[in-house]
């Protein structure tokens, strides 16, 4: 439902008119604005703007707005710096779409909160000069009296991420609990109908993280082939209401620059196919090593305005130094990151840990970062980090606790039946169709199953 912004009462908006109308006599900027609330819920609600500058080209921009009623605040914003004060909000472009040149677009979106009503901003201007826009309003039926039951994704929507937290369409923090692939260049008899449904009915999971290798016979040798079986998979967990993490797994060589041409391939196909989703999560880079902080940061600047220009609202994973340890494994420790943090918003950093291998010192880590990065453990084992070993369960029982106690989403390595520890299943199960009677279940299958298949109690208001 669009209906006309009265944007155009203003003296201001004249000279965004001029402009329009022929070369202005200096470098005024005429622009356009498109505000959509994509969704609403009590007390809050998710506005996309995009705003087209159609003027002189510019190298820098501020878009500023006007909140029509005093109890509206912007929550978090992507895509542009935001600020507020009183009811003036200002958007200042970030790196990469500080640069505009005349008829293109800056897609920008915040979560916002709202106490008496919710009416669609005024006012926009970009560089001072007014706007014309259109507004589209809210769906009608806002989702005030959310089922409490439902798929993880029917409860939770899009996600983004708040403060240090994941958080769901009602702005509340949730810890997502599932299951990785092993790889699907090797295991992909482990990914049909049977074994998905079983992730999604028995386990109860709330994810499933797909772990597409670019080595090892993996996406380099056919990228068209392995989008098309990602996508595939994203499909199969949207049709379960399980999120999907699409995990570009690097993993030797460490450093994720190597594969930066081919991210760059990947993610703009796979976030322009997947934008409408709301069950996609990207994670650019699974497990950097023998490679500094700063280049990890450099491939990551690289990468998510790739996938930001597709898919704007999806919350991106950046691997960290040190296998994603957050450099513990290499020496150092989170400060790397806290004190020069991926300049982009909406986005977490990997910390992944293999129980048998990984104690105190980096769940120490972990307790730590948690008070000040957002942290999702998006792959981890119960054995040694060999994928291999005996469960060790004592760590194993430590580091989940932990992992709820802080509220951080995981996903264990592996559902599979690859013969190695860390698979959830006996070898030979994938062969058959039958994933869960009894005694398809390894230890780690079972501990984890154990874990995973409780209920998630996702706030709902
Ligand atoms: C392991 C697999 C194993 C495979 C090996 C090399 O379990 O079957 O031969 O990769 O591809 C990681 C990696 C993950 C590893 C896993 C266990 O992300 O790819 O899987 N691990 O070694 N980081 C720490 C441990």
Not at 300 to 328: F, M, N, Y
Request: proline share 5%; with cysteine; net charge negative.
């Amino acid at each position: 439902m669009k209906r006309l912004l009265a944007l155009l009462a203003t003296g201001a908006s004249v000279v965004g008119l001029t402009a329009l109308a022929g070369p202005p006599a200096q470098a005024a900027a005429g622009c356009s604005v498109e505000y959509t609330v994509t969704s609403q819920w009590s007390g809050g609600f998710q506005a996309g703007v995009k705003v087209t500058n159609l003027g002189d080209p510019v190298s820098g921009w501020t878009l500023g707005f006007t909140m029509p009623d005093a109890g509206q605040k912007v929550v978090q914003g992507w895509n542009a710096t935001w600020s507020q004060s009183g009811s003036a909000v200002t958007a200042d472009g970030v790196d990469w779409n500080r640069t505009l040149s005349t008829g293109a677009s800056a897609d920008l979106g915040f979560v916002g909160s709202f106490t008496g009503s919710n009416p669609a901003p005024a006012s926009f201007a970009l560089n001072g000069v007014t706007c014309t826009g259109s507004v589209t309003d809210p769906p009608t039926d806002p989702p005030t009296d959310p089922p409490a039951t439902g798929t993880p994704v029917a409860v939770n929507g899009q996600l983004h991420v708040c403060g240090v937290h994941l958080c769901n369409q009602y702005d509340r923090p949730v810890q997502l609990r599932g299951m990785s692939t092993h790889g699907i260049q090797w295991f992909g008899q482990c990914y049909g109908d049977e074994a998905l449904d079983a992730l999604a009915d028995d386990w109860k999971s709330d994810l499933l993280r797909i772990a597409m290798y670019v080595q090892e016979d993996g996406y380099e040798t056919d990228p068209a082939g392995f989008t098309g079986r990602v996508n595939a998979l994203v499909d199969e967990a949207e049709a379960r209401g399980m999120y999907a993490v699409i995990d570009f797994h690097t993993l030797t060589p460490g450093d994720p620059n190597y594969n930066l041409d081919r991210a760059k391939t990947f993610f703009a196909s796979v976030a322009a196919r997947n934008a409408d989703k709301n069950n996609v999560i990207y994670e650019i880079a699974n497990e950097p090593n023998g490679v500094s902080w700063a280049a990890v940061k450099n491939y990551a600047e690289q990468v998510i305005p790739v996938i930001r220009a597709a898919d704007p609202d999806a919350v991106v994973i950046v691997g960290t130094r040190g296998w994603s340890s957050l450099g513990v494994s290499d020496g150092s420790n989170e400060s790397e990151v806290v004190d020069n943090p991926v300049n982009a918003t909406n986005i977490m950093y990997a910390f992944h840990f293999y129980a048998a291998s990984h104690k105190d010192a980096y769940r120490s880590t972990v307790s730590r970062a948690a008070a000040k990065l957002p942290l999702f453990v998006s792959e981890f084992g119960t054995v040694s980090a060999t994928g291999g070993g005996a469960v060790d369960r004592a760590s194993s029982t430590a580091w989940l606790d932990l992992l709820d106690q802080l509220k951080i989403g995981y996903a264990n390595w592996t559902y599979s039946d690859a013969d190695e520890g860390s698979a959830a299943f006996r070898p030979g199960t994938c062969n058959g169709t039958d994933y869960s009677g009894s005694g398809v279940l390894t230890e780690s299958g079972a501990l984890l199953k154990s874990r995973i298949s409780t209920p998630d109690n996702f706030p709902t208001s």
